[in-house]
């Protein structure tokens, strides 16, 4: 461990003193080894997000889709056919549940649909976390375990609902890792993300997984549209508003989609849409190019259990905004002193930070930081002096502007790739970017930053047209109306 210090600071701050631990002959070499103001002017510099570096992640990111969807495996984005060609039309009439697999937790929802006169009668909804052991385990155990919890929330429905003899209580089912869509109820899954590595899913239908185990629980459900969670949240929120044309998840992991014509659609063959247009999947946490990264960011990739690949999503998305503030707060502390005396060694836990405890300390506005220093203390067991705990909110603060701001940029690629093609029907009007996920509902800042990127580069006057907005839950709700609009009954409920 490095040195302690007795005495005010180098660099841009005041140093920790914990002058009862600190044994005379190690003042000799203080001064060099604990100044962290370097590291975080580095830091500060190395994910720097100024306009040239917006536009270019914006360009990138439109150009990247349109190879998406030239052909399949063009570009990282793989621009994913979500196979829903008519959106919720607000006519859809029944009772309906929606399940949401995401990566921290999964939500059970249930909606009376009344339609055009009644709208969304009721809902209930219910939400579990995922226990840890079946991030790693078998498809079984973790379909099970969900069609369990799913069991128990059905009981609960009581008799307020009939349902006609012989008919299944149907499903949206939202499933928010990369799949291959193959029809509007059944699609493979290409790869677990968001550190799941559960064996005998890739490859599968995980509509059959999640069917063989309601089966093996005895329950009469069935899933009747498979929906990824930035898909379910752009049916939900248009159910409400006609002008939301692009949808954004930022959650555990991240993604976007948005509504495109279907002769855009180059690699498109022989799926043809009544409406012509269709929801595009992107994908958008493979994208990579132009990304302002870090040493931080590499190692923190290199440690993952997908290295090289999700890489906008390790670097926008709640699950990795915190281990990245861990991992340059650990450098602080072994190379700069950060904590003088107290033993950072807690601080090598991969993960020991999360994002709600970066956004707690961002809150703080207590004079002497009280949140910030109960925060590292508790979690880990370091103490810190005012000081620190500035310096502590400024690496907060640097990973999470760099993450909103290129959160922003990611939008206006989106919304350019649709303004190239269709002049004026996006820029020229009112558009609405529906955002849902736990990172972008909790953290204010973030918000902020995202916000002030897509405003920057759109310019004050096109900024106005784009309206981004919260839809909370609209995923859920979008899954059950894309289950009822799908329905294998008709629409004669
Ligand atoms: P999922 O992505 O698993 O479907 P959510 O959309 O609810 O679930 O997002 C959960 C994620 O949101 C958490 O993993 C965390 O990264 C982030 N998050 C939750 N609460 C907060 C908070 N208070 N501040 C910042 N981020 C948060
Ligand atoms: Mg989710």
């Known amino acids: 461990m490095s040195v302690a210090a007795t005495s005010?600071?180098?660099?841009?701050?005041?140093?920790?003193?914990?002058?009862?631990?600190?044994?005379?002959?190690?003042?000799?070499?203080?001064?060099?080894?604990?100044?962290?103001g370097p590291l975080l002017t580095k830091l500060k510099h190395d994910c720097a997000t100024p306009?040239?570096?917006?536009r270019h992640v914006a360009?990138?990111?439109?150009?990247?889709?349109?190879?998406?969807?030239?052909?399949?495996?063009?570009?990282?984005?793989?621009?994913?056919?979500?196979?829903?060609?008519?959106?919720?039309?607000?006519?859809?009439?029944?009772?309906?549940?929606?399940?949401?697999?995401?990566?921290?937790?999964?939500?059970?929802?249930?909606?009376?649909?009344?339609?055009?006169?009644?709208?969304?009668?009721?809902?209930?909804?219910?939400?579990?976390?995922?226990?840890?052991?079946?991030?790693f385990g078998t498809s079984e155990e973790l379909f099970d375990f969900i069609a369990s919890g799913l069991g128990k929330f059905a009981e609960r429905e009581g008799g307020k609902f009939s349902m006609q003899s012989g008919r299944k209580r149907e499903i949206g089912f939202t499933f928010s890792f990369p799949v291959r869509q193959t029809s509007i109820a059944s699609g493979i899954l290409i790869k677990w993300t968001k550190g799941f590595a559960v064996s005998g899913t890739a490859g599968r239908d995980v509509?059959?997984?999640?069917?063989?185990?309601?089966?093996?629980?005895?329950?009469?459900?069935?899933?009747?549209?498979?929906?990824?969670?930035?898909?379910?949240?752009?049916?939900?929120?248009?159910?409400?508003?006609?002008?939301?044309?692009?949808?954004?998840?930022?959650?555990?992991?991240?993604?976007?989609?948005?509504?495109?014509?279907?002769?855009?659609?180059?690699?498109?063959?022989?799926?043809?849409?009544?409406?012509?247009?269709?929801?595009?999947?992107?994908?958008?946490?493979?994208?990579?190019?132009?990304?302002?990264?870090?040493?931080?960011?590499?190692?923190?990739?290199?440690?993952?259990?997908?290295?090289?690949?999700?890489?906008?999503?390790?670097?926008i998305s709640g699950m990795y905004l915190g281990e990245i503030v861990r991992r340059v707060l650990l450098k602080m502390a072994e190379e700069g002193a950060l904590f003088g005396d107290s033993s950072p060694e807690k601080l090598s836990t991969p993960f020991l930070l999360r994002t709600p405890d970066v956004c707690a300390m961002q809150q703080d506005d207590s004079d002497d930081l009280k949140v910030v220093g109960s925060i590292l203390h508790d979690s880990a067991s370091?103490?810190?002096?005012?000081?620190?705990?500035?310096?502590?909110?400024?690496?907060?603060?640097?990973?999470?502007?760099?993450?909103?701001?290129?959160?922003?940029?990611?939008?206006?690629?989106?919304?350019?790739?649709?303004?190239?093609?269709?002049?004026?029907?996006?820029?020229?009007?009112r558009t609405v970017v529906a955002m849902d996920g736990g990172l972008y509902e909790h953290y204010p800042q973030y918000r902020r930053y995202l916000q002030d990127a897509v405003t920057e580069l759109?310019?004050?006057?096109?900024?106005?047209?784009v309206v981004i907005e919260h839809s909370k839950d609209g995923s859920g709700i979008g899954?059950?109306?894309l289950a009822a609009a799908n329905s294998m009954y008709g629409h004669d409920l």
Request: charged share 25%; net charge negative; proline share 4%.
């Open 382 to 429: 370091v103490e810190s002096n005012v000081s620190a705990r500035k310096i502590v909110v400024e690496v907060c603060d640097t990973i999470v502007k760099r993450g909103g701001r290129l959160a922003g940029a990611g939008i206006v690629g989106i919304l350019q790739k649709m303004e190239e093609d269709s002049k004026g029907l996006v820029f020229g009007k």
């Open 51 to 54: 306009l040239p570096v917006l």
């Open 458 to 465: 759109l310019g004050s006057e096109l900024s106005k047209n």
């Open 207 to 315: 509509v059959a997984c999640l069917n063989e185990a309601m089966e093996r629980q005895g329950l009469e459900m069935q899933v009747s549209a498979l929906v990824n969670d930035a898909v379910g949240t752009l049916a939900g929120a248009r159910y409400w508003d006609d002008d939301v044309m692009v949808a954004v998840i930022l959650g555990t992991g991240t993604n976007a989609c948005y509504i495109e014509r279907m002769d855009a659609i180059p690699k498109l063959q022989s799926h043809v849409s009544s409406s012509g247009r269709t929801i595009i999947n992107t994908e958008w946490g493979a994208f990579s190019k132009g990304l302002p990264l870090t040493v931080f960011d590499r190692d923190m990739d290199a440690a993952t259990i997908n290295p090289g690949e999700q890489i906008f999503e390790k670097t």
């Open 8 to 36: 005010p600071a180098v660099g841009s701050f005041c140093l920790p003193r914990f002058p009862r631990h600190t044994p005379r002959f190690r003042m000799a070499v203080r001064s060099s080894a604990i100044s962290v």
């Open 59 to 135: 360009d990138a990111m439109a150009a990247d889709m349109r190879s998406g969807l030239e052909i399949d495996g063009g570009s990282d984005l793989k621009m994913i056919l979500s196979y829903i060609d008519s959106l919720p039309t607000g006519n859809e009439k029944g009772l309906f549940y929606a399940l949401d697999l995401g990566g921290t937790n999964f939500r059970v929802l249930r909606v009376h649909l009344g339609g055009k006169e009644d709208g969304v009668i009721a809902t209930e909804f219910e939400q579990v976390s995922i226990p840890q052991d079946l991030m």
């Open 479 to 481: 899954a059950a109306l």
